[in-house]
């Protein structure tokens, strides 16, 4: 058996956002697929370890569960 993304964050925040989801891939590194919102679909993959979802036209961090958030900050 192969080791799988947790998912639950990403679940929460699709939840949230009444979305629906088709995943296509889903390893420890990524998941990725479509997901249906009111516009229409769009094709997504998610960071499961920075936990980012990546959309063609932005990223989105969310918390361990699902709330966006705002990008962490580098300071030097």
Known sequence: MSARAN???LTHWLIY???SVRFSE??????????????????????PIA??????????????YGWEIDPPTTES
């Open 7 to 9: 998912v639950k964050p």
């Open 17 to 19: 956002r009444h979305y």
């Open 26 to 47: 889903r390893t420890v590194n990524r998941v990725s697929g479509i997901v249906t919102t009111p516009d229409g679909p769009l094709n997504f993959w998610y960071d």
């Open 51 to 64: 936990l980012v979802v990546h959309l063609p036209t932005q990223s989105i961090h969310i918390n361990e």
